[in-house]
């Protein structure tokens, strides 16, 4: 029996080696079906975000970026709140918020009133709130701006005549005086240009400064800067890497690329804790919104391309577009309600606690109560964390 032989005809090195099973996601995640659904569902949450912000009213939205020249005057919303420093007695961030809305409708109003727009104080500032006649406005800025043209047109013109009738009256001359006549007159014709030139991109720059700081009146969308906000947080992240600045960016902490300049870890704080919780705390019905509208899309995009990832890993198949589709629309409330049942449950029972540690301040026999029941509270507390970690393995 030792004697004998054994043949090794093949081996499954799969089960020979199990974690070679982790090679094959990459294969399932670059299958072109998976990849063209996530993409819809990216450019569908995308413009979904951009009618949200042309439907919600103007004076909810944020305060967007406000500049002089090169220079910012006024950050964007999302960046004030990521400045905000609570401190006791300073007012709130809501507070300074409308505070700095109010302080833009004034100056509308102002340049309603003194453009001609509109006249009058009560209907100028019921167009301030609402972010309307800006277009009235530019129209009048354009025809200032025009009229401003017309005169360096003129005074260019005038500059031209006065530098040739210079030259007629001196056209006898010869020789030398009559090249320097000459000279002189062509340099005056070309400074008289150049000056126009200047003057007008003056003119058309200043314009536009002006009504960009005018049309702030509108608002920003919520959606776009907080798109922006956390672009920006990403881009900040690999800059941060390469520029080897890890801890820039914190309280007390100087960035290595200078004043202003976030590193990896602020930026990351930024991505999944300031831009986040603005939107929450600032543009609480929009952030609602936003998430069902989120959620429908990842339900069914998310819910095809989970389908096709399931079948291929466990048969080793490729399932159509049009059925993963069909199976998502299909079981639709069951991909909704999957990630919020646990989340409703966790909220039910701490509210549950929450009500039973107000039980405990009523006088003398709440402390009892808290003594009898306080199991209960840890029950509650334990479901909680069972009910987050199967949420959470789920997810991973």
Known sequence: MADESHVVRGINWRETF????????????????????????????????????SLWPVQSRAIPEIRNEEKVITPGEVYLYERYEPAPGSDSFET?????????????VEVLQQSGVEKEPAPARAAAKGGNLLGKVKDKMIERRDAHVKELEKQRDDAIKAAKDAFDRDKNLQGDKLAEATRTRDEAIDAAKKNYARNVKEAYHQTAVSYGEYAAIKGEGIFSQF???EKNQVNNVAQGVLANDWLGGFKGNMSARGPGAQGVFASIYNFCVNGPM????QHTYYFILFVILFSIIWAIFGGAISRIAAVHVARDEKLSLSAALKFSTSKFLSFIFAPIIPLVIVVVLGVVVMIGGLL????????ILMGIFFFLALAAGFVMTLVLWARAADLT
């Open 96 to 108: 300074r918020r409308e505070a700095l809305r109010k302080s833009m409708e004034d100056r509308y």
């Open 278 to 281: 603005w939107m929450v705390r």
């Open 18 to 53: 199990p974690f070679t099973q982790i090679f094959r996601a990459f294969r399932v995640a670059i299958h072109p079906t998976k990849l063209i659904l996530a993409l819809v569902a990216l450019l569908l949450i995308y413009c979904g975000g951009w009618l949200l912000d």
């Open 227 to 229: 798109f922006d906000y």
């Open 360 to 367: 405990g301040n009523i006088p003398a026999i709440g402390p």
